[in-house]
């Protein structure tokens, strides 16, 4: 299994900075959480820092206890070294493995977001006022209210998303039946029992780990087998930007380190409201707020697998909100890439989101924008990529598999050159073979590469005629890919699972089995 | 190799569109094992039967390819590396089809008209045709009325086949055809005309036989002209 995983696309990275501004970028956030510090809102992680050298002292601020931390720059460089340049994301299905290798720029893109509202798409026909006999087909969108069965669906069509990498669940589950107390169980089982990829996400109560970290370990086969092969990882936004260290979140940080399972320290300051819209403060303030909570997981434990998780957003100045689709935005992701590349730490990265709320050429635009671009930056795990509408706000499945067909091009279009020896060889043999013929045509010497796959297909939903007919295409595709069986557990994994493994619906296994 | 298993093989090659030996197929690992060339040779050193050859070898196979390419299995490139399959095996057979007194489908003049250097359309055409039976003989780009005509009638050609790409040069074309008839073998001819910029109604205008969308419309055409 060691040597099974998702090939990805190794990229030769854009860089936006030199070697000089990076090092000029890594002494600004040093010297920033130098002074003025951060400001920590959990006890026993003020402690911690502490005890590794840190200057702490309590303060009281509107009547809520805080620790303000000074962190020495030697005790940050020190424990960022401690992180493991390399290690695998797990999956059910070991071929869907994935390398993260801070040092190799291979990309992967996945979902993201757990957003509150699905965006289902029905094509209906619609006839001129002015004449009969025009009748067009147009897309009407219906919003609901995101639950279980459609978080299956959604593992279920990512499952079989050929680009997409891995699952962070892009939608919430809001049953009736779903509590605070059974959501994480009921959220991972729904994924786990959908998709063979990665699974990751945010942990809603602490207590709860145990639990899921049971469910993973009988899934993955044991615990040392979950050891080997995390199939489910966590994310952690453990900064509140400007620089403000979550009580909660520390605590999960503190668990899920302990539990030994890889963690992303994600970071999402909104440039022009929580961090300098400027893009040295910007990447400044992140990178500060990232290498704290690196900083944090490594002297919980020495060596836990963690991701630079940078999320820089810009603020619209007309509205204050997060503004994605935008050039900043790729100017602040490019340079976080390099920043965690120099840190020799994978990094997770987003792309893929804009303020269009139904799919379309605004979608489209924005999208395509931040795909390519943070993908030539080389991050090796870029969330947030398929069918995020509305911001981060709405999950529509017609979107992500138009994003599928994107995201392929993409990768194919950043992948490495192929010049070698051989290759130029074989091109001068081509040539002269070709221009001895009577018709010097080359397309029958295109067949090998065709073959290798290294010729592009068209695009998917390409329209012949005088009509667009993308989203009509991408709606039959959709109902095509949900024909298609879940790669559910197996009867036995789901026995165990349901008796061990408390707060799990059970309406879940038996809609499966109907 | 016996005759049968010789056959056979040489109509696999032609639906995997192998040449030479050198030429990979569209399966995997047939590079470096004799192609439709090598084996064609082999089949008249064994003088097997031409006229056998072509109806178990080729006729058959194109058909294989041609239903490939209409359920998207094969490509553009795949159909065409058949045809030129089909091309060599008839080179090679084209003498020995002439003394048995096996005609071709017929001769066509194919050529791009005065003025236009544009040829890879034209190209594509012409190992279709050669593909499909027909014995092509290729006059290349920029070729003037006179030549095109001269070259028909000293041929005895049943088929022209003209192609332009640009406005400015299709009028050339109507010249063709109006030579044709002034020196008195339009009748004889059929004149087939392709190009970006033409058309049903192009052809029509000037007094073609028929218009071709592309080299496989070209092929469709002329089975439909019952040849």
Wanted: with cysteine; net charge negative; proline share 4%.
């Amino acid at each position: 299994m060691s040597e099974l995983f998702r090939e990805g696309t190794i990229v030769k990275p854009y860089e936006r900075l030199s070697q000089e501004q990076i090092l000029r970028l890594h002494k600004a956030s040093l010297s920033i959480l130098n002074d003025p510090g951060i400001w920590c809102y959990n006890e026993r992680a003020a402690k911690l820092f502490g005890d590794h050298g840190a200057k702490v002292w309590e303060e009281i601020e509107q009547g809520k206890t805080l620790w303000r931390v000074q962190l020495p720059a030697g005790l940050v460089e020190e424990a960022v070294e401690k992180a493991p340049s390399r290690f695998f994301l797990g999956a059910r299905n070991p071929k869907n493995r994935l390398l993260l290798d801070s040092q190799i720029p291979r990309i992967y893109f996945g979902t993201g977001s757990e957003t509150n509202t699905w965006i289902e798409t029905a094509m209906e026909q619609f006839v001129s006022t002015g004449r009969q006999d025009v009748v067009i087909q147009a897309p009407r969108f219906t919003e609901l209210r995101g639950n279980t069965e459609l978080l299956g669906r959604a593992a279920q069509l990512c499952e079989n998303l050929e680009n997409l990498d891995f699952f962070i669940r892009p939608v919430n589950i809001q049953d009736p039946d779903v509590t605070e107390d059974n959501h994480d169980v009921n959220k991972f089982f729904t994924s786990l029992n959908n998709i063979t990829k990665h699974v990751q996400a945010g942990l809603t109560r602490l207590d709860r780990l145990d639990d899921v970290v049971r469910m993973a370990k009988i899934i993955a086969g044991g615990k040392k087998a979950l050891r080997k092969n995390p199939i489910i990882s966590f994310i952690a936004c453990v900064f509140k930007s400007p620089l403000q260290f979550v009580k909660d979140t520390a605590d999960k940080v503190f668990a899920i380190v302990e539990a030994g399972l890889p963690l992303v320290i994600s970071s999402s300051p909104q440039g022009g409201s929580s961090a300098p819209v400027q893009e040295a403060g910007m990447v400044a303030q992140i990178n500060a707020e990232i290498l704290a909570g690196i900083t944090f997981t490594q002297l919980i434990r020495e060596g836990a697998p963690v991701l630079y998780g940078s999320v820089p957003v810009r603020a619209r100045m007309d509205d204050l909100h997060d503004f994605y689709g935008c050039p900043e935005f790729n100017q602040y992701n490019i340079d976080c890439a390099q920043m965690a590349r120099f840190y020799k730490v994978p990094c997770y990265s987003t792309a893929g989101v804009g303020d269009a709320k139904v799919p379309g050429m605004q979608a489209l635009f924005e999208k395509l924008f931040t795909h390519l671009y943070v993908a030539m930056s080389g991050a090796q795990y870029i969330h947030y990529a398929f069918g995020l509408l509305d911001r981060t706000n709405s999950f529509c499945p017609v979107q992500a598999v138009l994003d599928d067909e994107q995201i392929g091009k993409i990768k194919h279009c950043l992948r490495m050159p192929k010049v070698s020896q051989t290759d130029v060889d074989d091109a001068g043999k081509m040539i002269a073979r070709v221009m001895a013929s009577s018709h010097r045509l080359f397309a029958r010497h295109a067949r090998k590469a065709i073959h290798a796959g290294d010729v592009s297909k068209p695009y998917r939903f390409e329209s012949r005629g005088m009509s667009d007919r993308v989203i009509e295409q991408a709606v039959n595709r959709l109902a095509e890919i949900e024909s298609r069986p879940a790669p559910h557990l197996s009867v036995d994994v789901l026995d165990k699972v349901y008796d061990e493994i408390p707060g799990l619906l059970p309406r879940l296994r038996h809609e499966q089995s109907i | 190799m016996n005759e049968q298993e010789l056959i056979e093989k040489i109509a696999y090659n032609v639906i995997q569109g192998r040449v030479v030996a050198e030429d990979e197929g569209f399966d995997e690992g047939l590079e470096g094992e004799p192609a439709v060339t090598e084996l064609m040779e082999q089949a008249v050193e064994q003088n097997i039967d031409a006229k056998k050859l072509v109806v178990e070898c080729l006729t058959g196979s194109m058909e294989d390819v041609g239903e490939k390419y209409d359920k998207g299995i094969y490509l553009i490139p795949d159909m065409l590396a058949s045809a030129e399959c089909v091309g060599a095996a008839m080179d090679i057979l084209g003498p020995r089809l002439a003394k048995a007194g096996i005609e071709t489908k017929g001769r066509f003049i194919l050529a791009t008209v005065a003025g236009d250097l544009h040829d890879i359309g034209k190209n594509i055409v012409g190992i279709m045709l050669k593909g499909a039976g027909f014995e092509v003989i290729d006059l290349g780009n920029d070729v003037p009325a006179d030549r095109i005509v001269e070259e028909t009638r000293k041929n005895n050609a049943q088929f022209v086949g003209l192609s332009a790409l640009l406005t400015t040069t299709m009028r050339e074309m109507e010249k063709v055809v109006k030579s044709l008839q002034n020196v008195g073998i339009r009748d004889k001819v059929r004149v087939l005309i392709g190009g970006a910029p033409t058309s049903d109604k192009f052809a029509e205008q000037i007094g073609a036989d028929a218009y071709c969308r592309d080299a496989f419309h070209a092929v469709d055409v002329l089975r439909k002209m019952n040849i």
